[in-house]
């Protein structure tokens, strides 16, 4: 989608809460279009590729991890063969700049297949039990995808189980810090039933996906109990304005 086409389904009302940076995902000097300053973090389009806020600083995250290369965007990973990556989504900014490299393999979760198995072309993965040998990826991407996970300790753990040792984690979740995490479903003569409002968030794939798990303040303890070295990466004023990435937290883990 070029600039224009972006701008023009936006609207002109959102030009005067836009702000002008870099994107880290497509490397463009872009404008990053603010359509709901209410949710700024799932917006804040950059004009080229698409990214929303989370997305980029995910991408901000990751460049940092590979500082050493020298890289400047997201991009320039589909270039570097030695780095062999796990990305929980088919769809999106990330695909869309990296194409289909051998060494980057994406997946989506549907609903009646197995982990292994393709539908449309796209590889389906169940992150509660993925089908990938252990110690296969240098580097794990997902966006907001644990929120929707059943039993997201078992996620974890086979994330732990496919990542390289000294491989990472890189994710995003909704994450509140005034309470801690807690499930908003739970188990009731067989049956799963919400104890909480439900809350869905729509996908491009899915629709409409209920969230089970509020994660909270005692993530970061959570995800070090399961083996993980955990830095929380909250972004900065600088970074915000610099990037785009408005309102966000991202968590970089590390299989010891």
Known sequence: ???AT???RAGPGCLWRSRAGRCPVCGHRTLFLVVDAQRIRENAWCLWCRSASRNRHVAACILDLF???????????????S???????????FARVWGKPAHITYSEYFDGCCSGEVRDGVLCQDVEQLSFDDDSFDLV???DVFEHVRDY?????????????GGYHV???????????????????????????????????????????????????LLESFGFQV??????????????????????????
């Open 1 to 3: 989608m070029r600039p």
């Open 6 to 8: 972006v701008l023009r």
């Open 67 to 81: 500082a050493d290369r020298g890289l400047s965007r997201l991009r320039d990973l589909a270039d570097i063969e």
């Open 83 to 93: 780095v062999s990556i796990y990305n929980m989504s088919a769809r999106g900014c």
């Open 141 to 143: 991407i997902s966006e």
């Open 153 to 165: 300790r078992k996620g974890l753990r086979e994330v732990w189980r496919v990542l390289k040792p």
């Open 171 to 221: 994710f995003s979740v909704p994450l509140g810090f005034g309470h801690p995490t807690f499930s908003r479903f739970e188990g009731r003569a067989g049956e799963e039933m919400p104890i909480h409002p439900v809350e869905v968030h729509g996908g491009p794939i899915r629709g409409e996906i209920p969230v089970r798990t509020s994660f909270g303040y005692d993530l970061v303890p």
């Open 231 to 256: 830095r929380l990466e909250i972004s900065r004023y600088d970074e915000a304005r610099r990037y785009g990435t408005f309102d966000c937290a991202t968590f970089v883990t590390r299989k010891c």
